[in-house]
């Protein structure tokens, strides 16, 4: 079982980018979805694990959301600052949605986001 995402890139600040975590062996529809993300030097920190609340630095910019039927989640990356700069992940856990790392069961291996000029 494992999730794995896609999506990442180099993007100029201001652009989008919209990430994908497919999940193999097991059915997403059943799981609850976090993402999070880890910049250089810094603590991974979590970004959204419901689609109705937000850290803060990304409100009203990323978007998460997932289809089923695709078996995949996504984060909607709008007005990308520098500081978005990060290896993203999505997390996948079946008891309820958090913002604790360690309720997740499955990661994904994270996939590299650059915003630059």
């Known amino acids: 079982m494992q999730l794995v995402e896609s999506g990442g890139g180099l993007v100029q600040p201001g652009g989008s980018l919209r990430l994908s975590c497919v999940a193999s062996g097991f059915s997403l529809e059943h799981y609850h979805i976090g993402w999070f993300r880890q910049a250089p030097d810094k603590d991974r920190e979590d970004i959204a694990c419901i689609s109705t609340d937000y850290t803060d630095s990304v409100k009203g910019r990323f978007t998460i959301s997932r289809d089923n039927a695709k078996n995949t989640a996504y984060l909607q990356m709008n007005s990308l600052k520098v500081e978005d700069t990060a290896v993203y992940y999505c997390?996948?856990?079946?008891?309820?949605?958090?913002?604790?790392?360690?309720?997740?069961?499955?990661w994904g291996q994270g996939t590299q986001v650059t915003v630059s000029s």
């Open positions: 997390a996948a856990n079946r008891r309820y949605p958090s913002y604790a790392e360690v309720e997740y069961d499955y």
